[in-house]
């Protein structure tokens, strides 16, 4: 939360000093809650087990055991008890009648003071209302969001004017080699398709 406005004070002609109570919060040995366990929530465990934190997880399906060992994952049935233990919340499902909003003033409301919400997904997973007013009131510490809704959003929007929360312009995929992997995959697709042969990638099967 605090790299670029640190990007800000090394680079600013006014920065005399660097204040040494200026501190963060720990990543390593901290609780981190993805709500959303498919591929990309999977690959997430997989790089926060490197930071040796404790991974709570909730999704429609439960993974296997061997899944969940391979990352040291506990699954949470009830999406409340990974918000209310959670110290970074990560929110990676698809953009479905059933997740519109999924993150309001409630869910909010359970989670920890302490706790930072990042959003990977889709921006209308959350209510902005009611994170506005959680950030606001500090009911959760931050949040970081590649996503929002609308993209960008209006120049006025309170979200662009608190100084605990980051956005990111919807960069998640945005490296030269994950967009050509991603043009590789179209057109395997696509040549599937032509060649009537079964569809690799296919967002809803028959």
Sequence with gaps: MYLHTGCQISVSPDTKYFAVDWLGVEVTGATLGIIGMGSIGYKVAQRARAFNMRILYHNRNRRRKEEEEAVGAHYCAKM???????????????????????????????????????????????????????????????AALDVTYPE??????????????????????????????????????????????PIPSEVFPK
């Design 80 to 142: 409340e008890d990974l918000l209310q233990q959670s110290d970074f919340v990560m929110l990676v499902v698809n953009l479905t009648p059933e997740t519109h909003s999924l993150i309001g003033k409630k869910e909010l409301g359970l989670m920890k003071p302490t706790a930072t919400l990042i959003n990977i997904s889709r921006g209308a997973v959350i209510d902005q209302d009611a994170l506005v007013e959680a950030l606001q009131n500090k009911v959760i510490r931050a």
């Design 152 to 197: 960008p959003l209006p120049r006025d929007h309170p979200l662009l004017n608190l100084n605990n929360v980051i956005i990111t312009p919807h960069i998640g995929t945005a490296t030269v080699q994950a967009i050509r992997m991603m043009a590789e995959e179209a057109i395997a697709n696509m040549l599937a398709v032509l060649n009537d042969q």
